[in-house]
């Protein structure tokens, strides 16, 4: 199987993963008094400028990391990010078994972190760590975001994933840098040539994540909407991933998946189906 095909489907996987988990919290809010008070729908634009601006220091930081050469601190890094972030998915798991909200949130803290130390032992766990943690982050993210914002943010991102692949091209040190680690900040597909040369393709977890945020988003408005960002998601990655695969380069991933889920969403809303 082509490698961009390969990673089209954990890229559907993660989106129904993420989509689940928001939708489930989404729900869940409606009964729960204690998730409802988390829940902040149509932030003010105050708050989404921090965002944007967390989003420039985290690549800021990983760029400190990346100069500094020290893997402890890489290795502390990822296992936070997995915890925090897979553990939301964990929550949508282990909270229809158990009722209770603190245990069940306790405990898919805890199966987060677990499963963030057993990602540093066995390391054929980054695609898994990777889909799990892009399921956790986009559910957040979408669980947090109104609809409107949702879009306002990934617009934002993906004129910055363009400046940052084409322009300073920090990304792409960054994406150096995750790829020699094997990070779970990526998903990846990996195959040997006949020649022997190992060829390999990746997908950022921000490009993962940040299409779950729109469609949990969309979801809270209405699930058709959902299902229309979806597939405008899956056919922009399906053509970045082609590109990628065909010219062997770095490319943005967000401007192609964004384009998608605008189109298709406007699609909807002249149907009549949102």
Not at 21 to 27: D, L
Not at 129 to 137: M, N, V
Not at 233 to 262: C, R, S
């Amino acid at each position: 199987m082509r490698l961009y095909l390969m990673l089209l489907i954990m890229f559907i996987v993660t989106q129904v993963l993420g989509v689940y988990t928001g939708a489930y919290i989404v729900e869940d809010a409606l009964t729960n008094e204690y998730i409802g008070n988390l829940m902040v729908v149509d932030v003010g634009g105050a708050t989404l400028i921090y965002f944007v601006l967390a989003v420039l220091c985290g690549a800021m930081i990983f760029i400190i990391l990346h100069r500094l050469h020290i893997s402890l601190l890489f290795t502390l890094l990822e296992i936070a990010v997995i915890s925090a972030t897979s553990s939301v998915f964990f929550y949508a798991i282990i909270k229809p078994l158990l009722s209770l909200t603190l245990e069940s949130m306790v405990v898919a803290v805890l199966c987060g972190m677990i499963f963030a130390i057993l990602k540093q032992i066995f390391h054929q766990l980054k695609n898994a760590a990777a889909i799990l943690s892009s399921a956790g982050a986009g559910a957040v993210f979408g669980f947090t975001f109104g609809f409107t914002t949702a879009l306002i943010f990934i617009f934002i991102l993906a004129i910055y994933d363009y400046i940052s692949v084409f322009k300073t091209k920090h990304m792409v040190t960054m994406a150096n840098e995750i790829v020699k680690r094997d990070m779970a900040f990526t998903i990846s597909a990996e195959k040997t040539l006949p020649s022997g040369k190992k060829s390999r393709l990746d997908l950022g977890t921000g490009d993962l994540s940040l299409p779950i945020m729109v469609e949990v988003a969309a979801y809270a408005i209405s699930p058709t909407l959902a299902l229309f960002a979806f597939c405008g998601a899956t056919l922009g990655t399906l053509f970045v991933l082609y590109m990628a695969w065909k010219e062997h380069a770095v490319l943005p991933a967000l401007p192609p998946i964004t384009t998608g889920i605008f189109i298709f969403t406007i699609g909807a809303i002249l149907l009549g189906l949102a």
